[in-house]
């Protein structure tokens, strides 16, 4: 398992929904054509209000024109990331947009679970709200075996939760090699 | 050990006598439902891990019916429909609902409990966060994405982790112009979009079991609004009437311990709730329909999963009857069945459908439709800086197409009254001989 993880922070609220993550109008391109998938890059985090997009100051697009990956690996939200509909589309645009973690105070459910069970990213969640602490560009660095967030822009270290239930499964890779591992499927 | 209903079902299908809150068990599938939305992926990682020539672990347990983008001409969409249609013909499925055949329903939740796939005691997963509408069956039901939908394809197991129960009893009797819908966004605006987060919903009572199935439908639409994994009814003689109309398999009732041990039990006054709505751009952005009477709207959409069944629309003519509607009114049926109840059920000699038509409404086919926006050519999609009230289930920005426009969640009753007026309207305000 990765362990360490390098990049720019791109900057969130709370209550980041699915539909604002990859809005529903997009769902209909092929997960799996190689070409067809980097349309969820290009439209990744779309839906997110203009005034919302990149905190603090907004207005900052996630993917910029003609592009489909982004120049920020590590998403930082607030609460309830993920709310909404199960789309596997969400976690999965994000990691064809080359997102490697997500840091939030809390996350929804599906889009949680998702994230473990299909590998796309780590979904760590932090000890204290980071959403205000850190701007978008701000270069990031995260130590899973310290389980620790370091903005190296502003010389500061924050502490991460524990992954907890879920791991094994990270560890693993997602739900199919996890399986494996435990034996339940043949390996 | 005293359970819950949701720990009972989760032990049984765990092989267990037992489950506690947060843990973590593999349990055995009996109904996994995926539509056209999520199915091509769910499949393609199926095969991916599985194998070119795999077969599904049961092929009467896998029900996949397509129901978002079926009523357009977007090339992906169609395409995304054939592929469903190639896998049903390789694995020999018996439960596909095609459109553009007679066996095409609509809706997914709601053709679940149409056609018989809803029983009590079950464990049902759906590549839909909606699933768990089928909670009102007294089942489990909870949604999932592609890759926990392959994994099932490829097992018929899955791994849970069980939830905490948060118990929601209404006593009393529910005004006429309250519905189910009124009691779920008074309940997501008291715990808040991530209140129930990781938990289960359940619904009690001597009020919530006068409720008709549809209208418990609705109750347990929503949990997902509050961030529940699911959402659950005990199942009664309601209940298995419904049922027993619609499948000859057999089931389990199961109820909840009288001693079992809940994260909490709130306790409400039915005949105390008032007609509410959710404002933009949150579902649990609640306040009182009366409070909200300046708001000027340029649109009405009743329809979905939540807000499309014969019940909603039954309300929605109560209202309209004899009136004609001030905004685009969208009146959009969840399936097959629902829109041929709009053409025979009548009130005072009129059928629904002449009832909206002479109303002004537009009528449109039975699928999802702009409850999420979808492609561009969707019917009663926002394309601007519209204002609509709607029996829809989210109002996140930009969930009915526009990113500009703003939605209200309401009741069929509020959507109705509102729809005359032409601004967020109590329903009292238009139906004075029923309060």
């Given at each position: 398992m990765q362990e360490n993880f390098e990049g720019r922070a791109y900057v969130l609220g709370n209550n980041i929904d699915t539909d604002q993550i990859i809005p529903a109008a997009h769902l209909v391109y092929s997960l799996s054509d190689p070409e067809e998938r980097k349309n969820y890059g290009k439209y990744s985090l779309s839906g997110v209000p203009a005034e919302a997009a990149g905190?603090?100051?907004?207005?900052?697009?996630?993917?910029?024109?003609?592009?489909?990956?982004?120049?920020?690996?590590?998403?930082?939200?607030?609460?309830?990331?993920?709310c909404g509909s199960s789309r596997e589309h969400a976690p999965a645009c994000m990691e064809i947009a080359?997102?490697?973690?997500?840091?939030?105070?809390?996350?929804?459910?599906?889009?949680?679970?998702?994230?473990?069970?299909?590998?796309?990213?780590?979904?760590?969640?932090?000890?204290?709200?980071?959403?205000?602490?850190?701007a978008t560009g701000d270069e990031l660095a995260i130590d899973l075996k310290e389980n620790t967030l370091t903005n190296r822009t502003q010389n500061k270290t924050y502490k991460l939760k524990p992954l907890g239930d879920v791991k094994d499964i990270i560890e693993a890779g997602n739900i199919f090699e996890y399986a494996k591992k435990a034996g339940l499927i043949p390996a | 050990m005293a359970m819950t209903i949701t720990e009972k079902i989760l032990a049984r299908h765990a092989g267990k006598t037992s489950a506690r809150p947060g843990d973590n068990i593999w349990v055995d599938v009996d109904v996994l439902m995926t539509h056209d939305v999520c199915g091509p992926g769910a499949i393609s990682i199926f095969k991916k891990h599985f194998g070119q020539n795999a077969k599904v672990w049961d092929r009467e347990k896998l029900v996949i019916i397509p129901d978002h983008y079926i009523f357009t001409e977007d090339p992906h969409a169609l395409r995304n429909v054939d592929i469903l249609r190639d896998f049903v013909k390789e694995q020999d499925l018996p439960y596909y609902y095609d459109p553009g055949t007679d066996d095409y329903k609509g809706v997914c939740h709601v053709a679940?409990?149409?056609?018989?796939?809803?029983?009590?005691?079950?464990?049902?997963?759906?590549?839909?966060?909606?699933?768990?509408?089928?909670?009102?069956?007294?089942?489990?039901?909870?949604?999932?994405?592609?890759?926990?939908?392959?994994?099932?394809?490829?097992?018929?197991?899955?791994?849970?982790?069980?939830?905490?129960?948060?118990?929601?009893?209404?006593?009393?009797?529910?005004?006429?112009?309250?519905?189910?819908?009124?009691?779920?966004?008074?309940?997501?605006?008291?715990i808040g979009c991530d209140g129930a987060t990781?938990?289960?919903?359940?619904?009690?009572?001597?009020?919530?079991?006068?409720?008709?199935?549809?209208?418990?439908?609705?109750?347990?639409?929503?949990?997902?609004?509050?961030?529940?994994?699911?959402?659950?009814?005990?199942?009664?003689?309601?209940?298995?009437?419904?049922?027993?109309?619609?499948?000859?398999?057999?089931?389990?009732?199961?109820?909840?311990?009288?001693?079992?041990?809940?994260?909490?039990?709130?306790s409400y006054e039915a005949d105390k709730m008032e007609p509410v709505v959710a404002k933009p751009h949150s579902p649990d952005n609640r306040a009182l329909a009366r409070e909200c009477h300046d708001v000027k709207l340029d649109r009405s959409y009743i329809g979905s999963c939540t807000g499309g069944k014969l019940t909603d629309f039954i309300a929605a003519a109560e209202i309209l009857k004899g009136e004609k509607v001030k905004i685009d009114t969208y009146i959009v049926p969840a399936t097959r069945e629902v829109e041929?109840?709009?053409?025979?059920?009548?009130?005072?000699?009129?059928?629904?459908?002449?009832?909206?038509?002479?109303?002004?409404?537009?009528?449109?086919?039975p699928s999802c439709a702009a409850c999420l926006g979808g492609p561009?050519?969707?019917f009663g999609r926002t394309h601007g800086t519209e204002v609509v009230i709607s029996t829809t289930n989210r109002n996140f920005p930009g969930r009915m197409g526009s990113k500009q426009s703003a939605v209200y969640l309401a009741s069929p009753y509020t959507a109705a009254a509102s729809a005359l007026t032409g601004h967020v309207t109590d329903p009292r305000e238009v139906m004075p001989a029923r309060v």
């Amino acid at each position: 398992m990765q362990e360490n993880f390098e990049g720019r922070a791109y900057v969130l609220g709370n209550n980041i929904d699915t539909d604002q993550i990859i809005p529903a109008a997009h769902l209909v391109y092929s997960l799996s054509d190689p070409e067809e998938r980097k349309n969820y890059g290009k439209y990744s985090l779309s839906g997110v209000p203009a005034e919302a997009a990149g905190l603090p100051k907004g207005n900052t697009p996630f993917i910029d024109d003609g592009q489909w990956q982004s120049q920020y690996s590590i998403i930082i939200g607030g609460k309830n990331f993920g709310c909404g509909s199960s789309r596997e589309h969400a976690p999965a645009c994000m990691e064809i947009a080359g997102v490697q973690a997500v840091v939030a105070e809390s996350y929804a459910r599906i889009f949680y679970r998702n994230s473990v069970d299909g590998g796309f990213f780590v979904p760590l969640e932090c000890e204290e709200p980071l959403a205000e602490q850190i701007a978008t560009g701000d270069e990031l660095a995260i130590d899973l075996k310290e389980n620790t967030l370091t903005n190296r822009t502003q010389n500061k270290t924050y502490k991460l939760k524990p992954l907890g239930d879920v791991k094994d499964i990270i560890e693993a890779g997602n739900i199919f090699e996890y399986a494996k591992k435990a034996g339940l499927i043949p390996a | 050990m005293a359970m819950t209903i949701t720990e009972k079902i989760l032990a049984r299908h765990a092989g267990k006598t037992s489950a506690r809150p947060g843990d973590n068990i593999w349990v055995d599938v009996d109904v996994l439902m995926t539509h056209d939305v999520c199915g091509p992926g769910a499949i393609s990682i199926f095969k991916k891990h599985f194998g070119q020539n795999a077969k599904v672990w049961d092929r009467e347990k896998l029900v996949i019916i397509p129901d978002h983008y079926i009523f357009t001409e977007d090339p992906h969409a169609l395409r995304n429909v054939d592929i469903l249609r190639d896998f049903v013909k390789e694995q020999d499925l018996p439960y596909y609902y095609d459109p553009g055949t007679d066996d095409y329903k609509g809706v997914c939740h709601v053709a679940l409990a149409q056609e018989g796939h809803n029983r009590p005691g079950e464990v049902l997963f759906g590549t839909d966060s909606h699933t768990c509408t089928s909670g009102a069956f007294g089942m489990f039901s909870t949604g999932i994405g592609n890759t926990d939908a392959a994994f099932i394809m490829g097992t018929g197991k899955l791994w849970v982790k069980v939830p905490e129960t948060m118990r929601f009893e209404f006593h009393g009797t529910f005004p006429p112009y309250i519905m189910a819908k009124d009691i779920l966004l008074q309940v997501i605006g008291d715990i808040g979009c991530d209140g129930a987060t990781y938990r289960t919903m359940e619904w009690a009572g001597d009020a919530v079991m006068q409720f008709s199935m549809e209208e418990r439908m609705t109750l347990c639409n929503m949990a997902i609004e509050a961030g529940g994994k699911n959402s659950v009814i005990e199942a009664d003689a309601v209940t298995e009437d419904y049922v027993k109309a619609r499948t000859d398999k057999s089931y389990i009732i199961e109820h909840s311990d009288a001693d079992a041990n809940y994260f909490y039990r709130r306790s409400y006054e039915a005949d105390k709730m008032e007609p509410v709505v959710a404002k933009p751009h949150s579902p649990d952005n609640r306040a009182l329909a009366r409070e909200c009477h300046d708001v000027k709207l340029d649109r009405s959409y009743i329809g979905s999963c939540t807000g499309g069944k014969l019940t909603d629309f039954i309300a929605a003519a109560e209202i309209l009857k004899g009136e004609k509607v001030k905004i685009d009114t969208y009146i959009v049926p969840a399936t097959r069945e629902v829109e041929h109840g709009i053409r025979e059920y009548t009130i005072d000699g009129k059928t629904l459908q002449t009832i909206f038509e002479e109303a002004g409404c537009h009528i449109g086919e039975p699928s999802c439709a702009a409850c999420l926006g979808g492609p561009k050519d969707t019917f009663g999609r926002t394309h601007g800086t519209e204002v609509v009230i709607s029996t829809t289930n989210r109002n996140f920005p930009g969930r009915m197409g526009s990113k500009q426009s703003a939605v209200y969640l309401a009741s069929p009753y509020t959507a109705a009254a509102s729809a005359l007026t032409g601004h967020v309207t109590d329903p009292r305000e238009v139906m004075p001989a029923r309060v």
